[in-house]
């Protein structure tokens, strides 16, 4: 299931929230209790050096005193003192007799110890269990040496780490739920800009493209956005309005044979007197008419394959030249109509490509030509190859298309076509008119 962007935003802040401060909180719960731990060490040092001088200095009888002395400041249940036989017996002890009734190292410690290394570790003593910190070193004595044991409690540093650990585990929910309040509170003001631009894209229909979305003042990823949807926008209502002007140009193009065939066969049906010759003149217009139609529709079906993006093109070996020829040939009775001469030159030239295509293009190319270029003038159709490229050239002696309105297209009947309406009946029904559509 899809949640909306403000809901996965919120969680992404707070999964990461929640990482960094568990990972902040992990480190200063262990640097607490290195701190703290390092701390009960540092006071373990010292007493245990106070009680080694001090022993050292006087005879055996007086290792309690000098225990004593160097414990007093701390509370009795707190610490605790011990001088270690090699083998583990417990020659003297200070401190509380539930600890210190039996040894606080093991062997393997007092042996270490007795090498002369300090040993600083944390054991649990007593009946209770009770967490200790100790340190061992050795004590030299004349008549042998011994190990001095000073063992510290760790309730405090215990008590401290509890109360940090209830520290973080009722503040770091209560931050959570407050970013978590907070992230959703931002991310919906930061989004509400798309909210009303996805409302205003949403008011925007097909007879409504003129329409465009407000663009945000701020200079930030939301006013690109605005500015690409409306680009976006300004892009579908020139493809839609293109559409809809080949529509009107291909059914008006359409509707001008329509109506020379249809105007041409109401005359030769009223007509009682058509004879054979007039019904083939009838029947010859309307077959031009119906091939120029059939080269209309040739010409959709192929804009539409290249809108869809699937024109095939057939490649082979094409030659320009004939090809060229072949569509003269097909078009000299459509020159002969309007009085317009056409011819094709040009050297031979043979290409790889769809000469179906080639076709219907170089046609489209010469009927305009043809349409325009007006009578008594010339339309040359001229085959070339340079700097190995190849191609054809359609000239014409005529003015030119004039230049109309955009909505205005001129229908104009070629002068044969004008000359079998009236030799039908004597009617002129095929006129030079202005279309809008």
Wanted: glycine share 8%.
């Amino acid at each position: 299931m899809s949640l909306p962007i403000k809901v996965r935003l919120t969680v992404w802040y707070l999964t990461l929230l929640s990482v960094i401060l568990t990972a902040f909180g992990s480190f200063l719960f262990l640097r607490l209790k290195n701190d703290l731990i390092d701390a009960v060490d540092q006071s373990l040092e010292s007493r245990a050096s106070q009680i080694s001088l001090g022993y050292q200095a006087s005879d055996q009888s007086n290792f309690q005193d000098v225990s004593d002395a160097s414990l007093r400041s701390l509370a009795p249940a707190e610490t605790a003192a011990q001088r270690l036989s090699p083998t583990g017996i417990v020659l003297d002890a200070t401190g509380d007799p539930a600890v210190t009734d039996q040894p606080m190292i093991g062997v393997r410690t007092i042996a270490a110890a007795l090498e002369g290394r300090r040993i600083v570790a944390s054991v649990t003593l007593g009946s209770d269990g009770e967490g200790f910190r100790v340190l061992a070193l050795r004590l030299p004595r004349l008549g042998g040496s011994s190990v001095l044991v000073v063992a510290s409690s760790l309730e405090d540093v215990g008590s401290s780490v509890h109360r940090l650990l209830v520290l973080f585990a009722t503040g770091i929910p209560v931050a959570l739920l407050l970013a978590g309040l907070g992230g959703w509170l931002i991310a919906r003001k930061a989004l509400r800009p798309v909210a009303r631009m996805t409302a205003e894209a949403q008011e925007i229909r097909a007879d409504r493209l003129g329409d465009r979305i407000a663009i945000p003042s701020t200079a930030d990823e939301l006013q690109r956005l605005a500015r690409t949807l409306n680009d976006m926008l300004g892009r579908l209502q020139e493809g839609v309005e293109s559409q809809r002007r080949f529509v009107a140009d291909a059914s008006h193009d359409l509707r001008t044979p329509l109506t020379v065939m249809g105007s041409e066969i109401d005359v030769g049906l009223e007509s009682s007197r058509l004879g054979e010759k007039g019904a083939r003149a009838l029947l010859e217009s309307n077959r031009e008419e119906v091939e120029r139609m059939s080269r209309m529709v040739d010409n959709l079906l192929m804009l539409a394959s290249i809108d869809d993006g699937q024109l095939e093109l057939l490649r082979s070996p094409t030659e320009l030249q004939a090809l060229a020829h072949e569509v003269v040939e097909e078009l000299r009775g459509l020159a002969s109509t309007t009085g317009v001469r056409i011819s094709a030159s040009g050297a031979s030239v043979s290409v790889i490509a769809d000469p179906e295509r080639l076709k219907q293009v170089l046609t489209n190319l010469v009927e305009n030509a043809v349409k325009y270029a007006g009578t008594g003038a010339q339309v040359r159709v001229s085959t070339w190859q340079r700097d190995g490229e190849a191609g054809f050239t359609v000239s014409d002696t005529g003015p030119g298309i004039p230049v109309l309105p955009r909505r205005c297209r001129e229908v104009v009947c070629s002068p044969r076509q004008r000359a079998r309406a009236r030799d039908l009946q004597g009617h002129r029904r095929c006129t030079r008119r202005a279309h809008l559509g």
